[in-house]
Each structure stands twice: as C-alpha cells, then as structure tokens.
C-alpha cells in the first residue's frame, strides 16, 4: 500500500540557516502530496501542498516540490526562524488508490531553531 | 470562526472505564475522521465518516467504537479502555470525501489510562 517516509529528528538548527527536511513516498496512483505544521500544543495544519508532477506548494517562506520520477517531496526554508519550531508532518492522499479515505502521515520530523 | 473542537483536552481515567471523547465541526463538512499520534509512528487513521450514519474502519480500530448521528459531531467513544490506547487523539474534518482538500484538524485530546 501507500506509504510516506521521512527524515527522523529531531533536526536542530541555529536561526538563519537553511532547511531540508526529506520526504519520500510510496503510491500506486497520482497522489496529491502535502506539509502539515504542528506546534506545540496544538492540532496539525496544513504548511503547503502540490497536487500534481512539477508542482511547487509555497507558504511562509517553506517550499517543496512534487518530484514524480524521485517519488520525493522534500521541504525547505532558506532562513528558519525561531518561531518556526514545530513538528512537520509529510502526507499523502491517493483517491484513486483508497477513495479519498484515507490520507497517509510520515512519522513526523521535530525541527528546534536556537536563537 | 472555522474550527473543529474536541473536548475534553486532556483526560486521565482508568481501566475498563468507559469514556468518550467529542468532536464537532462548524463547517458543514462531510469527511471527518480520528486519528492517534504515538511517538515514532505518526499519525493512524482509527476510523472516519463520509457522512452521516456513514462510518468505516481505519487503520486501527480495535477498542473504539464512533457515530454519526450528525454532520456535525463525530464522537470517540472507547467503551473499555486499556493502557496500549494511552496517545494523543486528533479529530479533523474535510470539506468532501474524494477531493485533496487538506484537513482541518482540532487541538487533540491527550488519554491517559492507568
């Protein structure tokens, strides 16, 4: 079945530095891809997303790209800032393979940013 | 504001005691589902509905029990809890069933069962 793998953490930066947190998947279909944020305390949400091949999703600063032929969706920032210290969440939705049902998580990638 | 809100936030309970935790969404969506996050395994689909009195089995739903008696409200109800269902539960909701609109999550509701 589908699945989502992604870097573990937690990943540890300093403010200012430049982000890559690397997102791979597995899908028989066309799936839409997505970042959900969690912060602490708090329900996910949705960063960004991209719904088919080529697309960018960009939000905040955060970028990613569907890339079909490396089955990738890695996400990136070029100068994080404190504030972005969260948990980041990989996913996918593959209504051709399971309906729309289901959407698949990655383990999550915890991302601490000193100041 | 739209939002979807679970109560209780946080809740410790023993045993065998039956529980339920409530969700409900202001948006008139048809999708809603719960999910657990446990540490190093992300996010698993316990159950979902596609619209009222429509419900099915997600990933793990052993020991839960749901309803939709309403579009809005979609209630966890775990009628016999165990120590392995200790976890952090997240209700989120979607505008339709077979569409890749994102998910609208609540703030989770943190169990503990000693």
């Known amino acids: 079945g589908d699945s989502v793998t992604q870097m573990e953490g937690p990943v540890t930066l300093s403010e200012e530095a430049f982000l890559t947190i690397n997102c791979t998947y597995t899908?028989?279909?066309?799936?839409?891809l997505f970042w959900y944020v969690q912060y602490p305390g708090e329900g996910l949400q949705l960063l960004l997303k991209?719904?088919?091949?080529?697309d960018k999703g960009s939000n905040k600063g955060f970028e990613a790209t569907y890339r079909k032929e490396t089955t990738s969706f890695h996400l990136e920032k070029g100068s994080v800032q404190v504030s972005d210290s969260a948990v980041y969440f990989c996913?996918?939705?593959?209504?051709?393979?399971?309906?729309?049902?289901?959407?698949?998580f990655g383990a999550g990638t915890r991302l601490f940013v000193k100041a | 504001e739209a939002q979807v809100t679970q109560n209780p936030r946080y809740l410790i309970t023993v045993t065998g005691k039956k529980l339920t935790v409530t969700c409900s969404q202001n948006?008139?969506?048809?999708?809603m589902s719960w999910y657990r996050q446990d540490p190093g395994l992300g996010l698993r689909q316990i159950y979902y509905?596609?619209?009222?009195?429509?419900?099915d089995k997600g990933d793990v739903p052993e020991g839960y029990k749901v309803s939709r008696k309403e579009k809005r409200n979609f209630p966890l109800i775990l009628e016999s809890p165990s120590p392995n269902q200790t976890s952090l539960y997240f209700c989120?909701?979607?505008?339709?069933?077979?569409?890749?609109?994102?998910?609208?999550f609540g703030n989770g509701t943190r169990l503990t069962v000693t």
């Open positions: 989120a909701s979607r505008e339709w069933v077979t569409d890749n609109s994102p998910l609208h």
């Open positions: 899908a028989t279909g066309y799936p839409s």
């Open positions: 991209a719904t088919k091949a080529d």
């Open positions: 996913a996918l939705s593959d209504p051709r393979d399971t309906g729309g049902f289901k959407t698949i």
């Open positions: 948006m008139n969506h048809e999708y």
């Open positions: 509905s596609m619209n009222v009195e429509v419900t």
